[in-house]
């Protein structure tokens, strides 16, 4: 992989390099690899078709997280999101002890390490709100909870610059990774102002399934706000909203 420089910048297939646009700049590669029959029936590379479909796997159990998440993700991710959940996701599967290699699972992984995913790392959970919260799932009643006592917004906050307001967001899922299907429910609080006022205490309860035995997430955030001339406007497009994972029950 070699960078582009100079006031043209290529896109497409010239002889063997190929031009790109990528997060990273402008780049170029040079055509090669082996043939993709060959990595599919060769048993050398028998390793690599067990990565490989793990991987694929992974990629599949994120995308279904995201979507379930996505009426908080709308407003609470970065670029390369996706890439990092892969990532988590490849962890959780080869934490599973009992599937041979290439059929490791969700299921029989470990769904806890997902614990402290971070959606925006450009907006930390973790660096942003101080105020002591409780993270609950109660598989029985299928209630997935967020409670906060009341703080002060300027102090337990940390707003980025040109924040006025700000609501808190939360969300519960319910993912059967084997059927690819979810249930989501998600709470949010009033618009309220970032100052020196405390709020009152904050319950939020999220709904799933009864008596459940699939993997229970659940999701805490924050969106900032800009008062302008009475209007609220999302603060930078939602570029500093935090939404990390505080609590998750992988099932039974």
Known sequence: ???QKGIIKLKGTIGDITFYKTQDGHLAREKGGID???IKSDPAFQRTRENGSEFGRAGKAGKLLRTALRP???NSADGRMVSRLTQAMVKVIQADMTSD????????GEAELLFGFEF???GKLGTTLFAPFVAAIDRVTGEITIDLAAFVPSNMIAGPSGTTHFKIISAGA????EAETFVESHSETAILPWDATPT???SQTNMVTLASTKPLFLALGIEFYQQVNGQMYALKNGAFNPLSVVKVDSGV
Do not use: Q, T
């Open 1 to 3: 992989m070699a960078r």
């Open 36 to 38: 993709a029959s060959r």
């Open 72 to 74: 908080l993700l709308i």
């Open 101 to 108: 290699r290439g059929l490791r699972n969700v299921i029989d």
């Open 120 to 122: 925006n790392i450009r």
């Open 174 to 177: 319910e993912i059967d990774f």
């Open 200 to 202: 009152v205490a904050i």
